[in-house]
Each structure stands twice: as C-alpha cells, then as structure tokens.
C-alpha cells in the first residue's frame, strides 16, 4: 500500500516568515501533485512535478520533487494570510487513475 | 469555480433515513469520483467512474451505493448510515483515464459535509 505522510501536520506562523512542508513516502511514484483547500471548498491544484529533483515556483511558493520520486516540499517565501488553508500533496503512478493522498497541512498565517 | 458542482451543501440525517448526494461536471470530462474528507485522515477515494462505468469501488460498505447515468452526473445514494459516516464528501472529475506519469488533474467540487445522527 502506498502512503505519503506530511509533516508537520499543523503550522501557524506569522506573516512574512518563510516556511517548508514535507511530503514523504516509501514508494515511488510517477508524479506528485499539490492542492490547496480553503474552507468550504474542495481541494484546487497548484502543481504537478513528474521529474525526479524537479523544482517549480509559482509567485513565492517553491515546489521541489525528489531525486528519487519518493518525497516532495512545499516551500513558501514571505507568507501572507491569503496563504492560510489545507494544503494536500497527492502521488499519481503510471497507468493508475487513482492519486494517493497525505493527510494534509493545515496552515495558518497570522497578520 | 472548478466546474464542479454539488448538492447538497449541508447535510443532516438519522440512521434510518435515505438521502442523495448529486454531482455535476461541466467540463466534459470522462471521468468521475467519490472522497471521503475526515478529520486528522487523508482523502480516501471511495468510487471511480470512466464513461459511465464503475473502474473503482474502494472496500466500500454497501449503504454508500453510486450512480453514473451519465459522464456529467455522479450520485451517492446514502441509507442506513452510522454516526461514523459524518464527514465531507467530495465529488471530482478529470480528463482522462489513467495519464502514462499518473499526473492527471483532477478537479473538486465544494463538498457535502453530511452529519448523520
């Protein structure tokens, strides 16, 4: 059974610091996706890393994927409270439909 | 606003009634899904559509029953439920079916949050 465990599991900061969520698992996998859940609504993707030590950076969030396609990290620059919700990385594997899920990060950025 | 859409938002029912969750795409996708959202869990997919038909059933128990009359409509029908079964549930979709590096989006609707009592 493939799982991916996030850590840490809650993270509440004050704006304009700088802070790192992990991914990590045993397993391979394929591709590594991360979402972002606001309450009251479902998870919206940010991004899809497929290349083992992959970095992507979306305004101040940085997303790195393992050399090794087991592990990923979510790093963000200069938090700002609109960064605030459930953030959820999600693996996918060749030919699979089915994306397994961490059990998420829940973030809290304080003004 | 993802395209996907669920009904209804809220949900409160006793153990011995029967409800409906609907879903709508209106992404013209071919593929359709059922989470589950519990506290302190990950997501866990419960069923999986492609063209109408049912490729997933995740080890779930028989009171939670899914219908797919077409690409853009998913139901849950729920009856005889447990307190346990209170969680958000979540309807998805996505393109296509089973991408060669598994990295298919998939995209969320707002969610039931059901509260069985």
């Known amino acids: 059974t493939q799982l991916l465990e996030q850590s840490p599991q809650f993270l509440s900061i004050q704006e304009g610091e700088n802070l790192t969520v992990y991914c990590n698992s045993s397993?391979?996998?394929?591709?590594l996706q991360w979402y972002r859940q606001e309450p009251g609504e479902g998870p919206v993707l940010l991004v899809t890393?497929?290349?083992?030590?992959e970095v992507k950076k979306l305004k101040r969030l940085t997303f790195q994927f393992g050399d090794a396609r087991k592990d990923s990290s979510l790093h963000i620059t200069a938090a700002q409270p609109g960064d605030t919700g459930l953030y959820l990385c999600?693996?996918?594997?060749?030919?699979?439909?089915?994306?397994?899920f961490g059990q998420g990060t829940r973030l809290t950025i304080n003004p | 606003e993802t395209g996907v859409t669920q009904t209804p938002r809220h949900l409160v029912m006793g153990m011995t009634n029967k409800k409906s969750l609907k879903c709508e795409q209106h992404?013209?996708?071919?593929?359709m899904y059922w989470y589950k959202q519990s506290a302190k869990k990950p997501l866990e997919l419960m069923f999986v559509?492609?063209?109408?038909?049912?490729?997933e059933n995740n080890s779930v128990p028989s009171r939670f029953s899914p219908e797919c009359p077409n690409s853009s409509h998913l139901f849950l029908h729920l009856h005889t439920l447990q307190p346990e079964d209170s969680a958000l549930y979540l309807c998805?979709?996505?393109?296509?079916?089973?991408?060669?590096?598994?990295?298919?989006?998939?995209?969320f609707g707002p969610g039931t949050r059901l509260l069985v009592l």
């Open positions: 998805a979709s996505s393109q296509d079916t089973g991408l060669a590096d598994g990295s298919e989006t998939q995209y």
């Open positions: 397993s391979v996998f394929s591709s």
């Open positions: 890393v497929v290349t083992g030590g």
């Open positions: 999600a693996g996918g594997s060749q030919g699979a439909q089915k994306l397994v």
């Open positions: 992404l013209g996708h071919n593929a």
């Open positions: 559509y492609n063209f109408k038909e049912q490729t």
